[in-house]
């Protein structure tokens, strides 16, 4: 499982940062959390695959964060995709769309299913689920969370072996948590396997300033990405824009017990967000500045 | 005056090639010919400069011509631009921003102002015109015709002094085509000044197929640049997505008595348009393709 960036800047990109496009690459699909202008262009610079599975989840209805919906859209049906796609977002996203792909003469080849997302479980899979908390931006917005479900423990097969038990079939079974007989003996899947692993949880703050509720969503993340426009000294603004500084960012995480801090969506200002790092390593112990194609492999 | 290419690819982009978007940049004023997804990242690469005076002309309403323009309009107000910004395109381009302007929750700190295009002149400025003819696409669209007025010629300062013209009003006044009285001595413009200068004519085609009174609307260009998706050997695919070859495009370059043809709008299977430009360098003598970026100083 891996975090790319494929656009980390605020509102205005720059020549080096694309508008906000953040994935989650997973074994069989990848989930995007928005989809900025240029994200179909630096998802092919990332080789993302343009045929797996994917699910976008929208945060909000500023044209940085949703406007690379419909290149993305053309482009797979340019590719002649039968796949649908899932598209997550606040209401009005079904307008944007259709309107869209009314006025622009859209020809899909796949089915684009619509879900307009409210606070709490949005999306429940057999490996993990979304969900929703309410942000506070200048617009109705919304924030994220992948939550991995827990996952059996590593299976070791020269123990299995040790223990006689022959592969395939029963292998399988102790990897799916249920006892075998070898002969008169049984075998328990804890006699084989390591320890149950804890799902891991990844958090996507959107555009957003701190909140209480957003501190107790984001409890125990792995990972982080979370809105940091702005350094310490321009917290008036971020205040004024509905955004926030990297120390506001870095306090929350901090506060949310999060591993792992990631800042993004950096004004055009900041040509290298360096200072604003400083400023949150300040407060908290693991934290990077993301940038455009950033691959970070979760452990 | 010069011509950049701010975006060469056909529908699908590449890592290389951003959709269509071509600059004429007058002294005072920039003319956008479509505006594709990523138009204002490439304005931003090229250096072209927000606060200028700018109008923009669409093709047609397929969203790789103009999708870019939404985020040209929102990072021109993040900029805080006052002066008016005129878009002309074909019916629809009215809903197409009204409808995002809206949805997208757009505040613009500027006057848009929208002119629906039809055949025939569509805008008559001191310097220059710009023309419209109908193209021949999947849906409605049209091909632009930049005409300059011609102007005066060259004026000569060493004739003027030796005639005992004296530098300021008088010269004026002869450089705007009217005599002067030096002494009793009339002096003519066409004493110190060459010949007049033919106004250059520059054409845009969008997406076409190549037609008869395309041809005859690009009459006579000093520069044209033309849609050339496929190679020779696609003709069909061509004919069946109402695009043109590179050779169709040279074709119809030479029948016009266009000077320079630049080949455009390559579908994504050419990685290096080298090939086109030979086949098209097979019926005209001065075929060069675009590239994203470039600049072409008009002479």
Redesign the interface.
């Known amino acids: 499982m891996k975090i790319v960036f494929l656009g980390t800047s605020a509102?205005?990109?720059?020549?080096d940062r694309?508008?906000t496009c953040i994935c989650l690459v997973l074994d069989k699909e990848i989930l995007m959390f928005d989809a900025g202008?240029?994200a179909?262009?630096a998802f092919?610079?990332a080789r993302l695959g343009w045929n797996k599975r994917i699910r976008i989840f929208v945060t909000h209805?500023?044209?940085?964060h949703?406007?690379?919906l419909?290149?993305l859209l053309?482009?797979m049906s340019?590719?002649n995709r039968t796949e649908p796609v899932d598209i997550f977002g606040p209401a009005?996203i079904e307008?944007?769309l259709a309107?869209?792909l009314r006025?622009?003469?859209?020809g899909l080849t796949f089915p684009v299913r619509i879900v307009r997302i409210k606070e709490g479980l949005v999306h429940d899979d057999i490996a993990y689920s979304i969900s929703v908390c309410e942000a506070e931006h200048?617009?109705p917005a919304y924030s994220y969370l992948f939550a991995e479900k827990d996952r059996p423990g590593k299976f070791f097969p020269e123990k299995a072996k040790k223990l006689g038990v022959p592969e395939g079939k029963m292998w399988h079974e102790l990897q799916q948590g249920n006892e075998v007989k070898v002969g008169d003996r049984t075998v328990r899947p804890s006699d084989v396997m390591g320890e149950r692993r804890k799902g891991r949880r990844i958090g996507i703050s959107g555009d957003t300033r701190p909140t209480a509720k957003l501190e107790e969503f984001f409890k125990g993340c792995d990972y982080m990405t979370f809105d940091s426009t702005y350094s310490d000294d321009l917290l008036d603004k971020a205040k004024e824009n509905y955004h926030s500084t990297a120390v506001e960012a870095a306090r929350l995480a901090k506060n949310a017990g999060v591993s792992n801090l990631i800042l993004t969506h950096f004004s055009a200002r900041y040509e290298d967000p360096e200072a604003l790092v400083a400023e949150a390593k300040a407060l908290h112990n693991s934290v990077i500045a993301a940038k455009d194609l950033l691959e970070i492999e979760i452990k």
Do not use: R, W, Y
């Not at 006025?103 to 859209?106: A, V």
């Open positions: 509102a205005q990109p720059t020549v694309g508008m202008e240029g179909q262009i092919q610079k209805l500023h044209g940085d949703c406007v690379g419909l290149g053309q482009t340019l590719q009005g307008e944007f309107a869209n006025i622009l003469n859209f200048s617009i």
